[in-house]
């Protein structure tokens, strides 16, 4: 059974450029959330996806945006990337209807380097 | 808004000691999550307390929760250079989505 997966591992980028990183749940999981998670610190709360919608947003501007498709599966995408985007991208999954029970299962990240 | 305080932030051990990290939360909640994180990985789930007065344990890891007190406890008995990582603890901010850490504890179990 496979866990979160996500790609790519690695990504350097300018300034200004754009990028668009990829998770896939958990298998039985329909739920995606995306994290930030700068060096040394705490992972920071992106946004939430699920039924292809996205349902929660933590305090991010518009430049980061999502897609979750039919198979579950998720898209992150910065746009005009700023040297302050540059951390590890966590996509975490969880089956909704566990609600508070389990755990997010989270992926091994995608680290984005801004230069 | 929840905010979520871990302490020490720093801790380094003696093969063999006993150690304990401290969360705390400011507001409501009976719920509560521990992670651990290697070096460059992800986040490794440990424990999840679902109720005051909860305790889990695992190997020479255990954690507890008091909703009362705001207060999660992990505790570390014998430690081992194994254990050497950082430990997250996290709690649902406002929703099922918005898991909120602390800072973590990064933890150095030295020979």
């Known amino acids: 059974d496979a866990g979160v997966t996500q790609s790519p591992t690695h990504l350097i980028k300018t300034r200004g450029q754009q990028v668009t990183l990829r998770c896939s749940p958990k298998?039985?999981?329909?739920?995606v959330s995306w994290y930030q998670q700068a060096l040394g610190q705490g992972p920071q709360f992106i946004f939430q996806y699920y039924e292809e919608e996205e349902r929660q947003r933590g305090n991010f501007p518009d430049r980061f945006s999502g897609h979750q498709f039919p198979n579950y599966s998720s898209e992150l995408n910065v746009n005009a990337l700023l040297l302050g985007d540059s951390a590890l991208y966590l996509c975490?999954?969880?089956?909704?209807?566990?609600?508070?029970?389990?755990?997010?299962?989270f992926g091994p990240g995608t680290r984005l380097t801004v230069l | 808004e929840l905010k979520v305080e871990q302490n020490p932030l720093f801790l380094s051990m003696q093969e063999g000691k006993n150690y304990t990290i401290y969360c705390n939360y400011s507001?409501?909640?009976?719920?509560l999550y521990w992670y651990r994180q290697d070096p460059g990985k992800s986040l490794e789930s440990l424990f999840v307390l679902l109720s005051n007065g909860a305790v889990k344990q695992e190997g020479r890891l255990m954690a507890s929760l008091d909703t009362k007190a705001r207060l999660s406890t992990l505790h570390i008995t014998a430690a081992v250079h194994d254990l050497s990582a950082t430990y997250f603890c996290g709690n649902y901010g406002g929703s099922q989505g918005n898991l909120i850490f602390g800072k973590g504890t990064k933890l150095s179990v030295k020979p």
């Open positions: 975490a999954s969880s089956p909704r209807l566990a609600g508070w029970k389990r755990a997010q299962y």
């Open positions: 507001t409501t909640s009976d719920r």
């Open positions: 298998s039985g999981h329909d739920t």
